[in-house]
């Protein structure tokens, strides 16, 4: 039987900032909105890094300055859109060899607001877990919650 593959997880988020900050913050200030209990890390979390070109890291810091990987950017066109890699898989273990994407637009909605879209697709690439997996990423634990903490940093 064939799984009916999960709907990709959309959100939007309207910020008071141009598109330019609105880019800036989520890429370049990832560190600084990202839920710190969401780490891979021994030692906890310290900052998350975007290396903001084709090809690029996107890496979490521990405070003892070790490194996990998340994933890589497949795309990036300041301000008007990133294109990731998000190699977590079930089990929130880096994978290079699984992906789903993350591609997040920035759209100015009038003069000093942007309209944010995430979409976080390919969700089918969980396998037996997709609809779980979905669920969370969907939830105020997941995109909800970490979308509301890059709005109220990037206002």
Not at 54 to 73: I, K, L
Not at 80 to 90: E, P, S
Not at 93 to 114: G, I, K, L, M
Request: contains cysteine; glycine residues 10%; negative net charge.
């Amino acid at each position: 039987m064939h799984m009916i593959e999960p709907v990709p997880v959309r959100k939007s988020v309207i910020v008071r900032a141009s598109p330019q900050k609105a880019f800036d913050v989520f890429v370049n200030g990832m560190g600084g909105w990202w839920i710190r209990e969401h780490s891979l890390t021994e030692s906890g979390q310290k900052t998350v890094s975007v290396e903001a070109r084709a090809g690029g890291r996107w890496f979490e810091v521990g405070n003892a300055g070790e490194e996990r990987d998340w994933g890589r950017v497949i795309a990036c066109d300041p301000p008007h859109r990133i294109l990731l890699a998000w190699q977590l898989n079930a089990e929130f273990d880096f994978d290079p060899a699984f992906q789903t994407e993350v591609e997040v637009w920035f759209e100015a909605t009038s003069e000093n607001e942007t309209t944010v879209t995430l979409e976080h697709r390919q969700l089918a690439n969980y396998g037996a877990k997709a609809h779980d997996l979905r669920g969370v990423l969907d939830s105020e634990k997941g995109w909800g919650g970490l979308l509301a903490s890059f709005a109220a940093k990037a206002a």
